[in-house]
């Protein structure tokens, strides 16, 4: 057995989780588990198989051992596939033989309660809703709505991570049982409406973690139709793997655009245009009306909303919390710039990667003209750079002749570095779990289905904790206006190029122009 080749960002990831978190003892944990999938045949009917497809495509980038319990006929020929995906997402993941090796836990999908002693977490679904228990079976749905089941399977692999490492996280309570509906995210709601034929005319702005996560659910609403553009000028690359449910270890390189259409050749009337290229750079971004963001940093959904969109549907996820939001631009409720406005002084990109590189004394000598321009990085600032972070310089010599920025990502926020100091030294931004981004990505897209007929709902946001014991308060807000009046929904001239480019316009989904 052996863990991922892309263990380290998983690693990483952990870190930011993790009290007292080691490296070694971390990987040393891993090694000793096993993790059992166990399903049946009722298990095999769509909102099943979606949940055990998701559940793989989590538990194989962590896990190095799984082993897979099928009961039935159609079960057995199912877990060839299932066994078949884990490979192609860990090459060298151990599938062990059942009876092999003593499990330490069990993922269960259906109505099966299979006889080992070990914890037993029961995942299921029905349309929009989501369950889970640590009791026994909650079945699994037939219909064609693989929403609920979707998030089952995150909330699932986020019960067994909290379990296994209960001891390093604060309040870690796994969930004794979890019925969530991903229609309105009401406590106790089993709002559960059927997906009716859905036409989309939408710009869907980023393909990392949490743009995979809704590429997954949108290639499995039925009947989608419409418009959907892309956009994402990156490749994936291996570091990726850790939480990109989507990808695979063949994917390395290929762009993520191309993935992205790949699995969403299935909705057959749905027209998919790719844009491998940044946003910002597309002369389209003008005539983007519906625009859903998948897009990592602040400044960027900033931007964005600077572009006048008729409306957005925005996902994130971050230390604490990952969710959703609806922005138009008029009215009292906040648009997306409102969300993402600094509070006090913000430290400038350079003095970030300065600060990050230990190269604070020469921010405005090297940092600050080489993110200006672009300029490579030779051989010799990275000789100096790796004396400055005690590290080997061998291990960051491939960077050379990359921009500091790319560098930078690669390096810091990429793991290198973590990798190279044992865990000792952070890592700069947000890395978070496999299971918190696909949650992200499902609710997002969750809320273009709901929003494509034109229904706004009364909230502007929607978060929740896969960290914590799932919600049993309220965890939707109505979000105002920036009080300092300091964004653009506020500002006059904003205000009439918005209303002038809409004037002819009716208020609703993405059909009504």
């Known amino acids: 057995m052996a863990l991922a080749k892309y263990f380290i960002r998983a690693a990483t990831a952990a870190s930011q989780i993790l009290q007292g978190f080691d490296a070694e003892d971390f990987e040393e944990l891993l090694n000793d588990l096993v993790i059992g999938i166990a399903f049946d045949e009722q298990a095999c009917a769509a909102e ?4 055990l497809d998701l559940l793989v495509r989590l538990v194989a980038r962590l896990y190095p051992t799984i082993c897979l319990l099928p009961s039935g006929d159609e079960a057995k020929k199912l877990a060839k596939n299932l066994a078949s995906l884990a490979r192609s997402i860990n090459e060298d993941i151990t599938i062990a033989r059942r009876g092999s090796s003593a499990l330490s836990h069990c993922l269960v999908v259906g109505s099966t309660d299979p006889e080992i002693s070990c914890p037993k977490f029961f995942l299921g679904s029905d349309g929009w809703i989501a369950k889970f228990s640590a009791e026994g ?17 995150c909330i699932a692999a986020s019960n067994l991570f909290r379990h296994i490492f209960r001891d390093q996280i604060t309040g870690a309570i796994v969930d004794e049982a979890v019925t969530f509906s991903l229609f309105d995210y009401a406590p106790g709601s089993r709002a559960n409406p059927p ?7 939408l710009f869907l702005l980023g393909l990392g973690a949490i743009g995979n996560g809704a590429v997954w659910a949108l290639s499995r609403v039925p009947h989608l139709q419409g418009h959907l553009q892309v956009v994402d000028g990156e490749q994936v690359d291996q570091g990726n793997l850790q939480r ?5 270890e063949r994917d390395i390189g290929q762009s993520k655009v191309k993935l992205a259409r790949r699995y969403l050749k299935a909705q057959r009337d749905l027209a998919v245009d790719g ?10 971004v003008r005539c983007m ?5 998948a897009l990592d940093t602040a400044a960027d959904r900033i931007a964005v909303q600077g572009t006048l969109p008729r409306w957005t549907v925005n996902s994130w996820t971050q230390r604490g919390d990952l969710g959703v939001s609806h922005h138009g631009f008029e009215g009292e409720m906040a648009c997306l710039a409102c969300l993402y406005l600094p509070n006090g002084a913000v430290p400038d990109e350079d003095q970030v990667i300065a600060e990050a590189l230990g190269l604070e004394d020469r921010k405005m000598e090297i940092v600050r ?20 972070l005690t590290i080997p310089v061998e291990p960051l010599l491939p960077f050379v002749g990359q921009p500091l920025r ?10 290198a570095v973590f990798e190279l100091t044992g865990g000792t030294k952070p890592v700069r931004g947000e890395v978070p779990m496999a299971f918190q981004s696909a949650m992200a990505g499902i609710m997002l897209a969750g809320e273009i289905i709901k929003r494509a007929p034109g229904d706004v709902p009364d909230w502007t946001t929607a978060k929740l904790n896969l960290l914590r014991k799932m919600p049993s308060d309220a965890i939707t807000e109505r979000r105002k206006k920036d009080r300092l009046g300091r964004c653009i929904c506020q500002d006059a001239d904003y205000v009439d190029v918005y209303r002038a480019k809409y004037e002819a316009q009716d208020v609703g989904g993405f059909g009504k122009t």
């Open 48 to 51: 099943g198989r979606a949940s």
């Open 137 to 153: 079976p909650v079945g699994a749905g037939s219909s064609n709505n693989a929403f609920g089941a979707g998030a089952a399977a």
């Open 195 to 201: 997906i009716l034929d859905t036409a989309l005319d």
């Open 244 to 248: 990109y449910v989507l990808a695979l």
């Open 275 to 284: 844009h491998s290229a940044r946003w910002q750079t597309l002369p389209i």
């Open 289 to 293: 009306q519906h625009v859903a963001i």
């Open 369 to 388: 003209p080489m993110l200006h321009n672009g300029a490579p990085v030779n051989e010799e600032l990275m000789r100096e750079i790796a004396s400055r």
């Open 406 to 415: 790319t560098f930078y990502q690669g390096a810091i926020c990429g793991g």
